[in-house]
């Protein structure tokens, strides 16, 4: 009996919670490796879960059956409502001074970005056609898995899915899944590389992003006003309700009306809008409705780090077996070409100062990992309201593209 089947033995709940912070604890030591001033950050307990995934993943199904996924798409969610809320109520204080400023430009990025994506999918396509695919349904099904995977977007995933054929619906997971370890670490290292390959000053680089949208952090001092408890929780979960409820608000896109393709801004989407509205405002009358900003920091980093274990854990269960060298090939060339294209044309063409273009394609690539290195490596949150400005407009346009790639090929 080895070590894991001793642990089986314990409750199932209180092995799952092992196996969490494990997984934390073993990925942080992980991002903390440097290379050439380079490191994964938070990053790294993303590799750390989907290395467990890969290997251990059986036994968890052992223990939970189907409820396994369901378990990790929970801390998956949790995570990712806990850090879209964070960055919302960040950046709210100078969200809409940014965005009236760069709103254009924020626009035409996520717009770039994502079609800049989408022909890579489609140079895919055409490409396995030519290497001997002969199924194109079974290839189309991949790609589009590869191109909402290589933009690290679940409501690109599930609108795949929900597009194609059932008997499809596995090959959009096989694509998703290999192409979102490096649409994850790619983004990731690529915001660190960039100011340093362009040796800029991170001071310098602050003070000219300050100068387009100012008062991006938190409030610590708000007025005289009635906080209903010392950290601002009840906030935080108001915000997080609110926008669970904006998030399931769906919009045909067929004349199939609901029972087509519908969007909507999801959990992530909605809980982001709701935080950033609350946050510009700040107070509900005389009540405090602003998180203290010590307590955003807490929540988003341990938002990231539930949401990589989660993604990591189910992306490495299915990695091992479906792996291919060829379709691994084009999820890199979907995820570079769009975020180099992304930042070339934000700095040549759109005149973004360095933060500034580099939180825009973060938002662009719809990467939540990717912000939290940039905020690392920038030293201040103040830069997230080019994320939350770009974000909307890359998933609208990030859905519409992955269903248009079925549609056409």
Not at 22 to 39: L, M, P, Q, S
Not at 212 to 238: R, S, T, W, Y
Request: glycine residues 12%; hydrophobic residues 55%.
């Amino acid at each position: 009996m080895n070590l894991f089947d001793s642990l089986m033995r314990i409750n199932g709940v209180t092995f799952l919670m092992l196996c969490v912070f494990g997984i934390a604890a073993v990925g942080y030591c992980i991002g903390r490796i440097t290379i050439k001033g380079v490191d994964l950050g938070t990053s790294g307990v993303f590799l750390a879960a989907l290395v467990f995934g890969a290997f251990f993943f059986p036994y968890l199904e052992k223990e939970f059956g189907e409820f396994t996924k369901t378990a990790l798409k929970i801390i998956e969610n949790t995570g990712l409502i806990l850090f879209v809320t964070s960055v919302g109520f960040i950046a709210g204080p100078g969200f809409f001074e940014n965005l009236k400023t760069n709103f254009k430009s924020y626009v035409l990025l996520g717009i770039v970005i994502i079609f800049t994506g989408w022909a890579a999918a489609v140079i895919s396509i055409l490409i396995g056609r030519a290497a001997g695919v002969t199924d194109p349904q079974k290839l189309t099904a991949i790609v589009s898995g590869l191109f909402s995977g290589a933009m690290t977007s679940t409501p690109a995933f599930s609108a795949a899915k929900a597009t194609v054929d059932s008997a499809l619906e596995d090959l959009v997971s096989v694509g998703y899944g290999i192409a979102y370890i490096f649409g994850v670490v790619g983004v990731v290292l690529f915001v660190q590389l960039v100011p340093k390959l362009t040796h800029s000053d991170m001071n310098e680089e602050l003070r000219k992003f300050s100068e387009v949208g100012k008062g991006g952090a938190a409030k610590e001092d708000q007025e005289d006003l009635i906080h209903v408890d010392p950290f601002g929780v009840m906030p935080f979960a108001f915000a997080v309700v609110i926008g669970i409820i904006v998030g399931m608000i769906r919009i045909p896109l067929s004349m199939k009306g609901f029972d087509g393709t519908c969007f909507s801004l999801t959990i992530t989407g909605g809980c982001l809008l709701s935080a950033l509205v609350i946050g510009h405002f700040g107070k509900l009358g005389r009540i405090s409705m602003m998180p203290y900003r010590s307590s955003l920091k807490v929540f988003r980093e341990f938002g990231l780090a539930l949401f990589l274990i989660g993604a990591g854990a189910s992306a490495g269960a299915q990695f091992v077996a479906n792996f291919s060298l060829l379709y691994f090939a084009f999820g890199v060339l979907i995820t570079v070409s769009s975020m180099v294209t992304g930042y070339f044309f934000a700095e040549k063409v759109l005149k973004l100062n360095l933060l500034n273009a580099l939180s825009a394609v973060t938002g662009g690539m719809t990467s939540t990992p990717a912000l939290g290195t940039l905020i690392s490596v920038a030293g201040s949150e103040e830069i997230a309201s080019a994320y939350a400005a770009t974000y909307p407009i890359a998933l609208i346009s990030v859905v519409l593209a992955t269903q248009f790639l079925i549609i056409l090929f």
